[in-house]
């Protein structure tokens, strides 16, 4: 294992999707263009297709094959067949748990031993193709920027990076959960007919300047991440408040809300998965601790 490797799962268990033919097999990723234009008003595409070009670099001698890549206004796509009996696409497949899509995908145990290095690349991999950053994402505070993981589906794979961005000591602001107490709390959406409202994506919030060690290698993402991390900080300083202090703490260093929601009709539905499926949760806390991302 390598960190080029470790990049790689990590891309594949982002947004991953792998086809297995009768003799090959082709193992595609996606790169979700969120917005159009990078926070200065620049076009994404340009600053994804210089990005593909270095990523290629660093990929190719390990796949040793062409990776393609194909790009539309809100997706790039990079992909690259071999043989079943590749090497390294039984190592990949052995890596993924012969998942076919990263809806499915859990990290396997091994990651969780590599190196810090290697566990930071598959971080950033997982990142480059789920990950975002921009204004909007701001927690409460317009300068409290935000890193967002989107994970669409998986619960489990949610709690598997929440815990490997523990081990690397890089606390998760919050998890919006894709379940009806968190996304539809108050009842509005389902009130008004649309009781699915709230099957959307899982995502996962970090503080800008918390997330710095694992970072992007997408250059528009890298240049956001570091502009908006100074911000964050600088407002800090600005109020007298210490930064670590203030962005560094994992959940259970933080308080409780005493808020009480409405039990939700959709609560059983079978979207959720079945240890937690029927529980009414008042917090997104205790969905993560139910579901393994604890102390």
């Given at each position: 294992?390598?960190?080029?490797?470790?990049?790689?799962?990590?891309?594949?268990?982002?947004?991953?999707?792998?086809?297995?033919?009768?003799?090959?097999?082709?193992?595609?990723?996606?790169?979700?263009?969120?917005?159009?234009?990078?926070?200065?008003?620049?076009?994404?595409?340009?600053?994804?297709?210089?990005?593909?070009?270095?990523?290629?670099?660093?990929?190719?001698?390990?796949?040793?094959?062409?990776?393609?890549?194909?790009?539309?206004?809100?997706?790039?796509?990079?992909?690259?067949?071999?043989?079943?009996?590749?090497?390294?696409?039984?190592?990949?497949?052995?890596?993924?748990?012969?998942?076919?899509?990263?809806?499915?995908?859990?990290?396997?145990?091994?990651?969780?031993?590599?190196?810090?290095?290697?566990?930071?690349?598959?971080?950033?991999?997982?990142?480059?193709?789920?990950?975002?950053?921009?204004?909007?994402?701001?927690?409460?505070?317009?300068?409290?920027?935000?890193?967002?993981?989107?994970?669409?589906?998986?619960?489990?794979?949610?709690?598997?990076?929440?815990?490997?961005?523990?081990?690397?000591?890089?606390?998760?602001?919050?998890?919006?959960?894709?379940?009806?107490?968190?996304?539809?709390?108050?009842?509005?959406?389902?009130?008004?007919?649309?009781?699915?409202?709230?099957?959307?994506?899982?995502?996962?919030?970090?503080?800008?300047?918390?997330?710095?060690?694992?970072?992007?290698?997408?250059?528009?993402?890298?240049k956001a991440l570091h502009h908006l991390?100074?911000?964050?900080?600088?407002?800090?300083?600005?109020?007298?408040?210490?930064?670590?202090?203030?962005?560094?703490?994992?959940?259970?260093?933080?308080?409780?809300?005493?808020?009480?929601?409405?039990?939700?009709?959709?609560?059983?539905?079978?979207?959720?998965?079945?240890?937690?499926?029927?529980?009414?949760?008042?917090?997104?806390?205790?969905?993560?601790?139910?579901?393994?991302?604890?102390?």
């Amino acid at each position: 294992m390598n960190n080029e490797m470790a990049y790689l799962i990590g891309m594949i268990c982002g947004n991953g999707t792998i086809r297995r033919g009768d003799n090959e097999t082709n193992i595609s990723i996606e790169i979700p263009h969120k917005k159009q234009l990078t926070e200065n008003g620049q076009d994404v595409l340009i600053y994804v297709k210089a990005s593909i070009a270095d990523i290629k670099n660093v990929l190719e001698p390990l796949v040793g094959t062409n990776i393609n890549f194909v790009q539309s206004k809100n997706v790039t796509t990079l992909s690259f067949t071999k043989r079943n009996e590749d090497l390294l696409i039984r190592e990949i497949l052995r890596l993924i748990g012969n998942s076919v899509s990263h809806e499915n995908i859990r990290i396997h145990s091994e990651v969780f031993n590599y190196s810090e290095d290697m566990k930071k690349q598959f971080l950033r991999g997982f990142a480059d193709v789920t990950g975002y950053i921009t204004r909007s994402g701001a927690y409460i505070i317009p300068y409290m920027h935000r890193v967002y993981l989107e994970v669409p589906h998986n619960w489990f794979l949610v709690v598997d990076i929440c815990n490997l961005l523990k081990i690397i000591n890089i606390p998760v602001q919050n998890i919006d959960w894709a379940h009806p107490n968190i996304r539809d709390g108050n009842l509005r959406k389902y009130n008004e007919g649309h009781i699915n409202f709230w099957k959307k994506e899982h995502q996962i919030k970090i503080f800008a300047n918390e997330f710095l060690p694992v970072g992007f290698s997408i250059s528009h993402k890298v240049k956001a991440l570091h502009h908006l991390s100074d911000e964050l900080k600088e407002g800090l300083l600005n109020v007298g408040k210490d930064i670590e202090k203030t962005t560094h703490k994992f959940y259970w260093e933080t308080r409780e809300s005493n808020k009480i929601k409405p039990y939700h009709p959709v609560e059983i539905d079978i979207f959720i998965p079945e240890n937690i499926r029927g529980k009414h949760y008042n917090s997104w806390k205790d969905i993560a601790k139910d579901l393994g991302y604890a102390k």
